[in-house]
């Protein structure tokens, strides 16, 4: 299994200026998975060389821009322009069935073109088949945000989305082959609902990951001596256009 870093940056700088992409990542095993598809992961993605028409399903955590705003051109790929009813789309309940302002991203429209539109309920999981998903509470400002262990092909992935670390996180993300977590900040801040790179390494050694990563970094990282921390740490940053065995 393999995945694919379209994009490693996260919130409101990074995703106007595109100095860390904002794409999300693309997980390829027995079903091609685009999680997070923030601005720029249609373009970027097609630069790697990945087709949104061969992607199965897109899953999007929560409804911020910087995880949501290609869902759309993505579902259009992935049902040959909207002609073929095919593959699946997990979002969050405000995602998909929008906020009290009616805030959302899956339009009527593209809300009927998937196979399936599922909401990702903390707690549940949803059976694909060839792959489960574990649906996590997550601690952030949209509320009904979601992380996930996938399983799929015998591995474990899991995914924080963004989240603040909580109590018990440790235990929600056990024994992933490879865990991806979030952190906007590399310093401990005011904005509550992230993790900074502590908490991160924290949470990747107490949740005893066999190879953890971390993604979605805000524009202060611009600043951050990373291969410093990794050299330290025994962790890994990962990349906008690399791609990792799992
Ligand atoms: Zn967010």
């Given at each position: ?92 309940k405000?995602?998909v ?16 073109l ?8 903390p ?28 399983e ?17 996180i ?19 801040n005011?904005y509550?609902g992230?993790m ?51």
């Amino acid at each position: 299994m393999k995945i694919r870093f379209v994009g490693t940056g996260g919130g409101r700088i990074n995703l106007v200026e595109q100095k860390k992409r904002t794409g999300g990542f693309v997980i390829e095993g027995s079903l091609k998975i685009w999680v997070d598809p923030g601005p720029g992961a249609l373009v970027y993605g097609k630069e790697m060389g990945i087709k949104p028409s061969k992607i199965d399903g897109i899953v999007v955590t929560h409804y911020h821009l910087d995880h949501s705003n290609d869902a759309c051109a993505l579902i259009e790929g992935m049902t040959g322009y909207g002609f073929k009813k095919r593959g699946f789309f997990i979002g969050s309940k405000y995602s998909v069935d929008g906020d009290e302002k009616g805030n959302r991203i899956l339009d009527t429209f593209h809300g009927s073109l998937p196979e399936k539109v599922i909401i990702g309920e903390p707690g549940g999981s949803v059976d694909l088949g060839k792959a489960v998903f574990h649906i996590k509470k997550a601690v952030h400002d949209e509320s009904t945000t979601f992380g996930f262990v996938l399983e799929m092909d015998g591995k474990r992935i899991g995914y924080t989305s963004d989240t603040e670390y909580y109590q018990g996180i440790e235990g929600a993300y056990a024994g992933c082959d490879l865990l991806i977590v979030n952190s906007i900040k590399p310093k401990i801040n005011i904005y509550k609902g992230h993790m900074h790179t502590q908490e991160a390494i924290t949470l990747i050694k107490e949740s005893k990951a066999k190879k953890g990563i971390i993604t979605h970094l805000g524009y202060e990282y611009e600043k951050v001596n990373l291969e410093k921390i990794e050299e330290k740490e025994g962790i890994r940053f990962a990349k906008d256009g690399e791609t990792i065995g799992v």
